[in-house]
């Protein structure tokens, strides 16, 4: 496919696929109505206005409660004092602010030059995006997370090391799955940044602690242990290598644990080749598949963590790769096997995610371009050479309408560079639950299928 030459004609084709993607979205995939927003929000206004504790409220009707540490709650304490639509409003901000930064980081200091045409196309690929459309209509953290780990790779690929570890740090302390950035910092040898990122995390902690004492005891001995307070771990938007074998009906801990470590010998190994090479874009998309593939329950909306891996296969000009897997993940091809994963293809279907995740980490392109790389200085706290410059971070490719493989390629440029990372060449050629849905709104948040909804207020034993 030929992408336009003329203004008039890209303004056109940007229009015809903004008008396809806006249909798609408000007929196909069920919009969330901020279910996770309303949970935040009932939390902290029963804290702060009803003496309630922050880990008893439910959403009305339901199971769910506030899952996340005590500081998550204590950052979230503003809301408590704005209306539910500001309070929609502001998150929305938040998430486009936070989407802006990270596709600026992935881009790196050349996203400019790709005009306005290369990133419409873009934002009408990333609108279909199963992951990040949740994420918006769920009212989730996960961009802000992302934005926050994402700034202390930007710092450590840049020579602005100084503060690096704070971003991690504040992401640890709200959700624990970014702690294993942490990790990362250690294998890449960088004892100050880690140690900054450990110190952030338990201060906040800490603070947390001195403001709601009881719910930071309750939290840390009990909450964080219970997994069926998140949901149950065989529920099909569960893409994590736990959900995989709760859906073969194996729920041992000793077995998934041998397998998170595995993987864990498999990232610790990549990571460090990543970063001795300076590639930090790789090292950085490595942590974040690795997280999303050990934590206990991911649901879809979590794999926003993916973007960064769409960003260094772009680069390594694997856009044909990129574009089909891109796809996959705009599909929500596991609801078909929501009422049944049992046999091959369910088995192979029901986990499509988490193969694609699993794929990533194996395979994904680290070092791109050695000879213009510097190793990594394992005792300077800065990298040598700035970053160079990139383009877009994602080949906005979907199996649904919207923009073709081509049209990413047009919205990518003729060559891409990294985002993160010192001194890379370019890859050449390469209450109420209304929704905006035409379809009523499952009562299971994490559901795309109205029979969900029985989970909701009597979920099945686990």
């Known amino acids: 496919m030929r992408t336009p030459t003329t203004d008039r004609g890209r303004l056109l084709l940007v229009l015809a696929l903004a008008t396809t993607v806006t249909v798609f979205t408000a007929t196909v995939p069920l919009l969330r109505d901020w279910f996770d927003l309303r949970v935040y929000y009932g939390t902290v206004h029963t804290w702060l206005h009803h003496g309630g504790r922050i880990y008893d409220y ?5 199971t769910y409660g506030f899952t996340y540490p005590p500081f998550a709650a204590v950052s979230m304490a503003p ?3 704005l209306g539910l639509g500001t309070a929609i409003v502001a998150a929305l901000a938040l998430n486009l602010v936070a989407l802006a930064v990270v596709l600026g980081i992935l881009a790196g200091p050349g996203w400019r030059r790709h ?3 290369g990133w419409a196309l873009v934002a009408c690929g990333l609108a279909l995006f199963e992951p990040l459309r949740d994420t918006f209509s769920f009212g989730q953290v996960n961009l802000l997370l992302l934005a926050l780990v994402l700034g202390d790779g930007w710092l450590l690929s840049t020579g602005r090391g100084r503060w690096a570890g704070v971003g991690i740090g504040l992401a640890a302390a ?6 294993l950035f942490i990790g990362l910092l250690l294998v890449a040898r960088r004892w100050k940044a880690a140690a900054v990122a450990t110190a952030v995390a338990l201060a906040a902690t800490g603070l947390a602690a001195l403001v709601v004492p009881s719910a930071s005891k309750f939290y840390w001995t009990q909450a964080m242990w219970d997994t069926t307070r998140v949901g149950r771990l065989d529920y099909v938007s569960n893409q994590s290598l736990q959900g995989v074998l709760a859906r073969l009906g194996e729920t041992g801990r000793p077995l998934w644990a041998t397998v998170v470590l595995l993987v864990l010998c498999v990232w610790a190994v990549r990571v460090r080749r990543a970063v001795v090479a300076g590639d930090w874009t790789a090292a950085f998309a490595l942590t974040g598949l690795t997280a999303c593939l050990i934590s206990p329950i991911t649901w879809v909306h979590h794999l926003v963590w993916l973007l960064p891996s769409f960003a260094v296969l772009v680069r390594a000009g694997h856009r044909r790769i990129a574009g089909a897997l891109y796809a996959v993940m705009c599909t929500s091809v596991v609801w078909l096997w929501f009422d049944d994963s049992s046999g091959i293809d369910g088995f192979l279907g029901s986990n499509t995610y988490t193969w694609v995740t699993l794929g990533l980490l194996l395979w994904l392109p680290t070092g791109q371009a050695p000879g213009s790389r510097r190793p990594l200085n394992r005792n300077a706290s800065t990298t040598a050479a700035a970053p160079s410059t990139a ?7 979907s199996a649904q309408p919207g923009p073709s493989s081509a049209a990413a390629a047009a919205a990518t440029g003729t060559a891409v560079g990294p985002g993160l990372g010192p001194g890379r060449g370019l890859a050449r050629n390469a209450s109420s639950e209304p929704t905006g849905s035409t379809r009523p709104a499952a009562a299971k948040p994490q559901s795309s299928n109205s029979r969900a909804s029985s989970y ?7």
């Not at 383009?391 to 490719?397: D, G, L, R, S, Y």
Request: proline residues 19%.
């Open 391 to 397: 383009a877009p971070a994602t080949a906005a490719v």
């Open 115 to 117: 005009g306005w045409f």
């Open 456 to 462: 909701t207020v009597k979920p099945p034993p686990a």
């Open 58 to 62: 439910h959403v009305p009707g339901t």
């Open 174 to 179: 709200i959700k624990l799955t970014p702690a």
């Open 79 to 81: 809301m408590g004092y």
